[in-house]
């Protein structure tokens, strides 16, 4: 008898813990409706609330939740505070954010802080799944070893969209530490999402999408010795090793005005070194938080990737098209500043006529602004492509052209 009302007891413990749908979350807080402190403290969390970190939103629309003792209020970014309401013994904040972009919040009680958070993702419609958009087919893992790297093995996706034909060569895609963008639907960062949705609205071209994780092998930093060395190998081992292995499934355009090459962190410069390399290979770089910085050094670039805003500089132009993505909140450690490094390479590239677009947000080391931007970032790096074409001269936006370089404002100090 004693069993029985003790699991009678736990079950009702579990079904008070009800957690509610974001949208209703959030209509409930637009309304102030009866039940919003429970539904807030089963959604969000007693401890995330209790340490000022409670926050859900979605297409913009986000509701914060903290426990204080003085009605306290919330900064978002450096904009004006937002007074909170009494919602039972929780202070609530409803408010709209503009989409496409993360942001970083802090409580105020008393003057002083309460918790807070970097790296609050606000993803737009082109982020989430759409009525009547079909979804594109991925495959994989597919374990693929090395001989440029001898003992190495990297797993690989690849994605196809369901427009495809099955017989015109696709434009392509590589996404550096792929393994973060392959989860179940929704995945965290929405990447599938943004690209059927742009698929469908044809602001990028039936292209295929390869996933690439980093190698495992013998050597514990084997990412970054791949990734943050200023050399060619590992676009070999993308050109020579894992495209192969795709092409024996999907028809893939071979000409660099037809490829695009993404990568966060040292995944970043990566990127950015195998399109600077050979731009006859890679014409379009999305770079997020890069680490243009002295992670591997060598004899021939004794500060490894902190060299490349004065290659940039000093270097005969590329032909290459750059997007590139950092935050305010980025690292700072014995490599280097990553927030200073990725305004330099902006700068380097304004300097040499590139065709480039620097976004800079409040982030930290994390993919959250990348991935918020995604459909604007892709559209841009995309963009007049033509599938008739083999080539194309990439110029600086004459609006740019006129613009002043990017400048640090101090904000953090008095």
């Known amino acids: 008898m004693m069993r029985t009302l003790l699991t ?14 974001t949208q209703e979350l959030l209509r409930m807080a637009k309304t102030r409706a009866a039940g919003l402190e429970q539904a807030l403290r089963d959604t969000l969390g007693a401890d995330k609330i209790q340490k000022g970190t409670a926050a859900a939103g979605e297409l913009g629309d986000f509701v914060f939740a903290v ?53 609050l993702p606000a993803f737009g419609p082109d982020s989430y799944a759409q009525p009547g958009v079909p979804q594109g087919k991925l495959t994989g893992p597919i374990e693929v070893p090395s001989k440029v790297y001898p003992d190495v093995k990297a797993n690989v996706w690849y994605y196809v969209p369901a427009q495809w034909d099955g017989v015109t060569p696709l434009a392509v895609q590589v996404w550096g530490d792929g393994q973060q963008f392959t ?63 795709v092409a024996k499934n999907v028809k893939m355009r071979t000409d660099g005005y037809s490829r695009a090459i993404q990568g966060l962190s040292s995944g970043a410069i990566m990127a ?35 060299e490349y805003p004065t290659m940039v500089r000093r270097e005969a132009k590329r032909n290459i098209r750059v997007w590139v993505q950092d935050g305010s909140g980025d690292l700072d450690n014995g490599a280097g500043y990553w927030p200073a490094a990725n305004l330099g390479m902006a ?44 080539s194309q001269e990439f110029v600086q936006d004459p609006a740019e052209k006129d613009q002043p370089a990017w400048r640090i404002v101090q904000l953090n100090r008095k």
């Open 183 to 245: 989860d179940a639907r929704p995945g965290q960062w929405r990447i599938l999402e943004t690209l059927d949705n742009l698929t469908a609205q044809k602001r990028i071209p039936l292209m295929v999408s390869i996933f690439i994780q980093a190698g495992t092998g013998p050597n514990r930093n084997q990412r970054s010795i791949e990734y943050d060395t200023v050399n060619e190998v590992y676009l070999h081992r993308l050109l020579d090793e894992i495209f192969p292995v």
């Open 272 to 306: 950015f070194n195998a399109a600077f390399d050979k731009p006859e290979e890679f014409s379009r770089v999305l770079s997020w938080i890069g680490s243009y910085t002295a992670l591997q050094r060598s004899a021939t670039h004794p500060e490894g990737g902190a």
């Open 8 to 21: 009678l007891v736990t079950l009702a413990g579990v079904c008070a813990a009800q957690r509610v749908s």
């Open 67 to 119: 426990t204080s003792e003085k009605g306290p209020s919330l900064e978002i970014n450096y904009d004006p505070p937002v007074v909170a309401f009494k919602a039972g013994s929780l202070w609530v904040v409803e408010t709209h954010l503009n989409t496409g972009t993360a942001y970083k919040y802090t409580w105020i009680a008393d003057g002083k802080p309460i918790g807070g958070a970097n790296n």
């Open 347 to 390: 700068n380097a590239l304004k300097f040499k006529g590139y065709d480039y677009h620097f976004s800079f947000g409040v982030g930290e080391h994390n993919d959250a602004q990348g991935a918020a931007e995604l459909p604007e970032a892709l559209t841009w790096l995309w963009r007049d492509y033509d599938p008739a074409k083999t």
